[in-house]
């Protein structure tokens, strides 16, 4: 839990950038009233009659700013945000109109329905335009400087992320290939003394090489082929299924039109393997795993769904238990393209998984990179 100026408030607003904001407005209420005071005229009487009159329009008036610009800052930062800023910076055009007459002409329509005048003894146009005006643009000059900063940091915070997970990924990938044709040769050697009544098993162990293959390649390649990956989880889904026989049923449904984008390798082959882990594995009835792939609007979704037993817990937790391979899943989907895993329920039984990714082809496919 965070705590002191670092904890969340309203909107996602710290309490330290909350008492900075506040400070900055006070600061700016007191320059505004010895402004509105220097600037009055008349006699001593007048004066104390006057000051009393703009006290009591500051705090009112302040009060009904703060609300507007509280306001405000939601809009831009919050509803806006994921829009450029050049698409709504027309609308402070809008917005500081508001501002302004709301902002001035409330207070003043309550003060003089109470018996007093707010014209006399100071400029208007000055006062109550000039300085609100400029107010208005301070504080939000400020509001976008910060803005940009935080998202200055989260790059950069982004960028050391990937570069942490790029170096375990190159550790990993350097372990991976220590001495892999030892293994391969193995199994060559394995297969070769199966005898011939036991075809079966030598197919399965030649299904085990081709996973074991790319599963190397997927090491020293950063995007495959979506067809490529789909073949790697038919032959994974094919030895579980010797195993499962008649208790796991697999359907692939893959667009004819998205078979030659890239996508990561081994990306859905840990949402395979907790289906079959956690859902299909513990069922006495088994259950069937669908993995769909479709194009919508220039990106691929992607859908695994399992019938199995399903998670009886909260579904937000699945993400942060001690398994890696989901949460890996999870964090390549969001430091690559920026994207979260929807998790939801099955019906009658199981989980469904699913994500999007822009879609990417080779920069040599038809003249054209969609990347």
Known sequence: MQKGFNRKWIWGITAGELLVWIGFSSLFLLFYFFIIIYSSVGNAAFKAAFIQAVAIELILGYSIRIGIIAGFWWMFFRKLKARPVSSTIWLHLFTVAVYLLVGGLVPYKILEAGGMDMKTGRSLLWLDVALPYMFYVIQFSGFYAYFFWQQSQLQLKKEKELLSLAYQTEVEALKAQIQPHFLFNT??????????????????????????????????????????????????????????????????????????????????????????????????NGGKIKVECREQNRFVTVQVSDSGLGYNGELSDLGSGAGIGLKNTMLRLDKLYYQKMQICRNEPSGLIFSFKIPIQYHASKNGTDYR
Do not use: C, W
């Open 187 to 284: 199994l060559n050697s394995i297969s070769a003394t199966v005898k011939p009544e036991q075809e079966l098993t030598r197919e399965l162990i030649a299904k085990l090489a081709d996973t074991f293959r790319y599963a190397l390649r997927s090491t020293k390649e950063d995007l495959v082929p979506l067809s490529d990956e789909l073949e790697f989880i038919e032959t994974y889904l094919a030895l579980e299924k010797e195993r499962f026989t008649h208790r796991l049923e697999v359907e692939i449904i893959v667009e004819e039109t998205i078979a030659d984008i890239l996508i990561p390798p081994m990306l859905l082959q840990p949402l395979v393997e907790n289906a079959i882990k956690h859902g299909i594995g513990p069922s006495r």
